[in-house]
Nanobody
Framework: QVQLVESGGGLVQAGGSLRLSCAASERTSSLLAMGWLRQAPGKEREFVAAINWSGSRTYYADSVKGRFTISRGHAKNTVTLQMNSLKPEDTAVYYC?????????????????WGQGTQVTVSS
């Protein structure tokens, strides 16, 4: 069973930056595709960014493209989301997730393991 632990959320003003980190508990997690998803109050959980197992490929939702960057640590069991030029509409609980599927996973239902979530609040 893979356990995911997120850190790095908080409160920031619009235009600011935050960096989210996620650590997976198992060494086999280095073989998993990973991603970040978010859920705002009253809305469904949505895809934000994905990275494949090697870290060589990434994919972003249109709403964050050019502002957010997902990356994978050298040991492959950590993933980071660098968020720049934050907007109030980025306010949400952000979840780290891992999938045993190959390639990039952009669909919420295909993620097998989830972190507990970390709150990101962007004030205007």
């Amino acid at each position: 069973q893979v356990q995911l632990v997120e850190s790095g959320g908080g409160l920031v003003q619009a235009g600011g930056s935050l960096r989210l980190s996620c650590a997976a508990s198992e060494r086999t997690s280095s073989l998993l595709a990973m991603g970040w998803l978010r859920q705002a109050p009253g809305k469904e959980r949505e895809f934000v960014a994905a990275i494949n197992w090697s870290g060589s490929r990434t994919y972003y939702a249109d709403s964050v493209k050019g502002r957010f960057t997902i990356s994978r640590g050298h040991a492959k069991n950590t993933v980071t989301l660098q968020m720049n030029s934050l907007k109030p509409e980025d306010t949400a609980v952000y979840y780290c997730a891992a999938s045993s599927a190959a390639g990039l996973v952009t669909t919420t239902l295909l993620y097998d393991y989830w972190g507990q979530g970390t709150q990101v609040t962007v004030s205007s």
